[in-house]
């Protein structure tokens, strides 16, 4: 760590009484909330000097935390010369101003330190655009006639000036007319990528797009099965603008896989609007791999947790004709956890099955690309076609646009191909190539 890395103490409020009810997903214990506390904490490069679990009978509208608490963790601040603070809660922005007078020292919640991080991770033009209509979303929600320099002004000239507008009013315009800027911006973006989409369905080749709370090892496996380069390291949001490579299969057949930014669970609203032009790269995609560490305690509160941003996205993760479980890191698990994975995903039959692999070792790497081959090949439409064989154009473009499943020569010297393309290219073949359907699978409606 620099010795000159912000000092932070880091405060996990944990509500002791359980808000009961049907439908409530796997609960974290307040240990595991505070490791991603601290993991998000330590991903932006802070200093933390200070960590504690704080219980609550309830939250106190003033300071969120008790007085008692307060006071406790004032001396703890005090004691290491931290700066920071970070509250693992959403705090409102007088409960925000009044420990900072309390502790002396900047307060900053959840959604700040993600949209901090999210504004160090962003590279290109896309990225940062959209981390800051996020951030000035966020500083609009929090201007409140509250701080001391929010006096009148004098605004317009001579008698016609009148008291002039409130600070606070001026700021709410400056940004107001920034985010409107960005959102302008952002819609251009938007066309761009929908016609770089819509360049890749004329080729066109499947989209797969990789899924899943962050630092569940999408990365990892992206680079095990496109052998490229990406970003990976044991650090939350180590990715965050979408990367997309090519992918060949076994038969030939090409697959453009996306690995997008990683999930969390509270993710800021304001991020899930503003990444939503980057996520379409989700809702557009053939297939969802959702990519699950199943060596982590709280697995299954992280796969509710994307399970609600992706219903969020107007996706359905119960979906399971779309949507792969992807079981990773099983190279952590010791001999009878891999046997108890293996067991459960055996037992879940049909499109529900998982896939368990590892991503570091490459360990059903080859099991998962057979998967996706196999789901989208149920989703295309197969068609026999006679070709002459002196046709090399038709043949070359057969083999560029679609999957070539047998091909031989008949009696009278012609070629006898069967090929499998998506339902959308069918009715082309059928007229260029007076192609007969030999059977069609199950189309996914979008």
């Keep these: 760590m620099q010795g000159d890395a912000t000092r932070v103490v880091v405060v996990e409020p944990h509500l002791s009484r359980v808000r009961g009810g049907e439908g409530e997903g796997p609960r974290r214990t307040p240990e595991a909330r505070l490791d991603e506390a601290v993991g998000l ?7 933390v000097v200070g960590q504690l679990i704080v219980s609550l009978s309830q939250v106190k ?49 959840r959604t700040a330190l993600i949209l901090e991080i999210f504004g160090q991770r962003a590279r290109t033009k896309e990225g940062v655009l959209q981390v800051e209509l996020a951030h000035l979303s966020y500083q609009k929600s929090r201007l409140v006639r509250s701080w001391t320099h929010l006096e009148r002004q004098r605004g317009g000239f001579g008698f016609l000036g009148g008291p002039g507008e409130t600070q606070i009013e001026a700021d709410r315009r400056i940004i107001g007319e920034r985010i409107l800027k960005i959102e302008r911006e952002l819609e251009q973006v938007k066309r761009t990528r929908a016609l770089h989409r819509a360049s890749r369905k004329k080729v066109p080749y499947p989209v797969v797009a990789l899924v899943g709370y962050t630092n569940a090892g999408k990365s990892t496996l992206f680079n095990r099965m496109t052998r490229a380069d990406v970003r990976a390291q044991d ?5 965050l603008d979408p990367t997309l490579r090519a992918v060949e299969l076994k038969g030939g057949e090409r697959i453009i896989l996306s ?4 999930f969390i669970s509270d993710l800021p609203t304001q991020l899930v609007a503003a990444f939503r032009a980057t996520l379409e790269e989700v809702i557009e995609a053939d297939i969802i791999l959702h990519v699950r560490d199943l060596s982590h305690e709280d697995a299954e509160a992280q796969a509710d947790d994307v399970g609600d941003v992706l219903s969020d996205l107007g996706i359905d993760p119960e979906d399971h004709v779309r949507l792969i479980e992807v079981w990773n890191k099983i190279d952590k698990l010791d001999v009878e956890g ?23 070792t490459g360990e ?51 070629l006898h191909l069967v090929v499998r393309v998506d339902p959308d290219r069918a009715e082309n073949l059928e007229h260029r190539f007076g192609a007969r359907r030999t059977g069609s699978s199950r189309h996914r409606t979008a």
Excluded: C, M
């Excluded at 700066?83 to 705090?91: I, K, Q, R, S």
């Excluded at 650090?235 to 990715?239: N, V």
């Excluded at 026999?384 to 057969?398: F, H, I, N, T």
């Design 338 to 360: 891999r046997a108890r994975v293996f067991n459960i995903a055996e037992r879940r039959q049909g499109d529900e099955h998982p896939i368990p692999v590892s991503a570091l």
């Design 41 to 47: 904490a330590l991903a932006i490069d802070l200093d």
């Design 61 to 109: 509208p003033a300071t969120y935390l008790g007085t008692g608490k307060v006071e406790d963790i004032a001396a703890l601040v005090e004691e290491t010369g931290a700066g920071l603070v970070f509250v693992d809660a959403p705090l409102t922005p007088v409960q925000q101003r009044n420990l900072e007078k309390a502790w002396s020292a900047k307060v900053i919640d």
């Design 259 to 262: 690995d997008t930014v990683g």
């Design 364 to 414: 059903g790497i080859d099991t998962l690309l057979s998967a996706i081959q196999q789901r989208l090949a149920r989703e295309r439409v197969t068609l026999a076609l006679d070709l002459d064989p002196v046709d090399g154009e038709g043949l070359s473009w057969l083999y560029r646009h679609a999957e070539v499943l047998d091909r031989r020569v008949g009696e009278n010297g012609r």
């Design 235 to 239: 650090l939350l949001f180590a990715t």
